[in-house]
């Protein structure tokens, strides 16, 4: 399913801008698991960060309600958000609306219904990091947050969960293949 989760234009007596919606886009997985997908582009910092910035806190607090209503309705939730926030990792929309924050490092920690910043830990130790350039200097505006379930491993006596076979020894089970696939990224320097 998909639907849209509209930036409602007044909160109280405050008036706001028009903004994109939330797409929250939900799927079922081959292991029969939901996937909920929500794609982000917040408001802008058009006038300054600081001005636009309540803005943004209201648009992340309408997707912070959709990710925790799916938190109690779902067993095993498994969410994965994604978009350009106009907010680094540690502004209030991203650290403290949402409570995202990287995960450990060793990953002992993981708490199923917290959300996860994928890319938190490595901006903030690399100078030159980011998803867009202004005025000369990186900065990580993008964002990919995941809930704890999708980071917590499934299966650690055999490593994982396998791929969908086609066949499981002489049994036919309908599946893609034994294998998954593989990938690299090349870079062409000129």
Known sequence: SHQGIPIPHRSG?????????ILHVC??????????????????????????????LFAAGQLKAAVDSIYYYRHHPQILIMGDFNDYPDNAS?????SAEAPSQ????????????LLAR????????????YQGEWGLLDHIIVSGTLLQPED???????????????????????????WADFRLIY
Do not use: C, W
Not at 122 to 133: D, L, P, Q, T
Not at 158 to 179: E, I
């Open 106 to 117: 060793n990953g002992d920690s993981l708490q199923p219904q917290k959300l996860y910043h």
């Open 27 to 56: 799927g079922m997985l081959l292991n029969s698991d939901t996937l909920d997908i929500f794609v982000v582009h917040l408001p802008s910092r058009s006038g300054g960060a600081k001005e636009s910035e309540p803005y943004r």
């Open 94 to 98: 991203v650290n403290k609306r949402l």
């Open 13 to 21: 007596k405050k008036k706001f801008r028009p903004t994109r919606d």
């Open 156 to 182: 650690k006596k055999y490593g994982g969960v396998q791929p969908f076979r086609t066949y499981y020894g002489m049994k036919y089970q309908g599946g893609y293949s034994d294998h998954l696939p593989v």
């Open 122 to 133: 490595k901006s903030a130790i690399r100078k030159h990091f980011g998803s867009y350039k």
